[in-house]
C-alpha cells in the first residue's frame, strides 16, 4: 500500500528498462575473402596450406559462428591425430 501511494504521490520513481535492440548485421563473417591475400614473407620456400571457407549464415550471431569453426577444426584435428596413431601401429607391425 505504501509503495502505491509513494508511486501516486511521486516521492518515488520507478525506473523503466529499456530494451536493447540487437543491431542489424550487413556485414556477415566470411573466409572466401581472406583468399589470395597471402603474405609472403622473406625466407618462406613453400606456399601456405589452403584454408577452408566458412560462411557465416544470415542470423547467425558472431559468437555461434566462431563456435562453429572451433568444433570444425577439433574433429579434423581429431581425426589427424587418430590416423596418425593408426599409421604408427601399422608401421611398428
Sequence with gaps: MKINQALQDGTMHVKKRRRRNKKQKDGLINTKDLVGKDITLPGMTREDKPIPSFVQEPGETDSHFIHRI???????????SKLAMYIHCLCKC
Design 70 to 80: 572451433d568444433q570444425a577444426c577439433h574433429v579434423s584435428f581429431c581425426l589427424v
